[in-house]
């Protein structure tokens, strides 16, 4: 079992500093080459995310640490039979930060663990397990954009999102760029450990991702980790909504795609079957409910995880359309801020605050506000609540580098 540390208090981005910014993070190189990079660069801030995710498994399923890595184990072959290079670079990441590979694993499937219907038996009445707990516990809840054509007074193309998470974890979070060719160069926002999640590539395409709920079969799928890195290695757009389209996730969760030509599409991936939808004027806003169709497996009993994104999605919208009457990138970019720090529904907004009517270890914010200009590659994040901080401008360009693709 790995050591631990004390977990990190609730982060309040309320009170935090403004000037605060994320780590950046580069690895290159083999699988195992880049895992131990990344291990190495980000060990405090995984060791932190392990002690927060065994204090919050402990007390909203009452398991041990032992019990959850023992669950995460069960997608070890799975991913090794998908993208067994994915799984050589998270043992690469293990030994880099001194932990084991079931560890590192287990922040990559913690939303499946959590969702697990294999686990239900693990509910202990009361105290909140597998079936009366997770009933609290929705998805990380995010909402993500798409502008472009008509909705983009500067012609250009961008994507974002704000993503809300446990406050807890805000310090593990981190940029990662990932130079792995013949596969495009990565950008991405995660938790230290996880080696996918929500960014953009070299070849212009931007994957934003949102947790959707609801409980299907028990067979097994792929983490969602591993499903997103493996959207973000693709070079064309087709190919990405193909691994989206043929591959088979634990969990349901939606994926809005973005690319540099001007095009976007936005797919409910769930394990029994996906819906989609496309911009309307250029604009595409999606959160944590079914926009598309609630799927047939769900609909007799379906209720939105996250109620909340019924309010966010419009309100950000509203706020986005905004975007056509800018007559450049700087003023673009103050509207999607903007946007994205409405307050409408404080704590539980767009722009989401820690709720002092909940337990510490469930607090949520955002964690991180991105938003990506896939004309010019700039890349841009806020470390916690857009309201409050500006934009950190990221060393690397998407589009630089001896891996970059041309525009």
């Not at 995984?46 to 009452?62: I, K, R, V």
């Not at 516990?137 to 974002?160: L, N, Q």
């Not at 079914?290 to 109620?307: D, F, H, K």
């Not at 309010?311 to 509203?318: D, K, S």
Request: include cysteine.
């Amino acid at each position: 079992m790995a050591p631990r540390t004390t977990p990190a208090r609730p982060t309040d981005p309320l009170g935090a500093d403004p000037s605060r910014t994320l780590p950046v993070v580069e690895i290159s190189g083999t699988p195992t080459a880049r895992g131990r990079q990344y291990g190495e660069a980000v060990r405090p801030q995984l060791h932190t995310a392990l002690a927060y995710y065994e204090a919050a498994f402990g007390q909203s399923a009452g398991l041990t640490w032992d019990q959850v890595t023992d669950r995460a184990a069960r997608w070890l072959k799975p991913v090794e039979g998908h993208a067994p290079h994915l799984v050589e670079e998270m043992r690469g990441i293990a030994e880099g930060a001194g932990v084991g590979l079931l560890d590192v694993l287990a922040l990559n499937a913690r939303g499946e663990v959590i969702y697990d219907r294999s686990f239900k038996d693990m509910a202990t009445p009361g105290v909140g397990g597998a079936s009366s707990g997770t009933a609290e516990e929705p998805p990380d809840g995010c909402t993500s954009f798409a502008a472009y054509g008509e909705a983009s007074g500067d012609g250009h193309v961008y994507a974002g999102q704000n993503w809300d998470w446990r406050a807890s974890v805000a310090d593990t979070v981190v940029m990662l760029r990932v130079v792995q060719p013949p596969k495009p160069t990565l950008i991405m926002q995660v938790e230290a450990g996880q080696i996918g999640r929500q960014g953009a590539n070299s070849a212009g395409i931007a994957l934003n991702a949102n947790g959707l709920g609801g409980r299907f079969s028990d067979a097994v799928g792929l983490p969602q980790t591993v499903v997103r890195r493996d959207v973000l290695d693709r070079h064309v757009i087709t190919d990405a909504v193909d691994v989206l389209c043929r591959t088979r996730a634990h969990i349901a969760s939606n994926a809005l795609l973005t690319c540099r030509e001007g095009f976007a599409i936005d797919l409910e991936t769930t394990p029994a079957g996906h819906g989609w939808m496309y911009p309307t004027d250029g604009l595409l806003v999606h959160g944590n409910h079914y926009q598309a169709g609630v799927p047939a497996a769900l609909a007799a009993e379906y209720r939105p995880m996250s109620p909340d994104s019924l309010i966010r999605v419009p309100r950000a919208e509203q706020g986005l359309r905004a975007l056509r009457a800018a007559t450049g990138p700087d003023e673009s970019l103050k509207i999607i801020k903007q946007a994205m720090s409405d307050h409408l529904g404080h704590p539980e907004s767009l722009c989401t605050h820690p709720d002092p009517r909940r337990p510490p270890l469930k607090h949520w914010a955002t964690l991180v506000s991105s938003c990506v200009d896939l004309t010019t590659g700039d890349y841009r994040v806020t470390a916690g609540t857009p309201c409050d901080r500006d934009y950190q401008h990221l060393p690397w360009n998407l589009y630089d580098g001896p891996y970059g693709e041309a525009r």
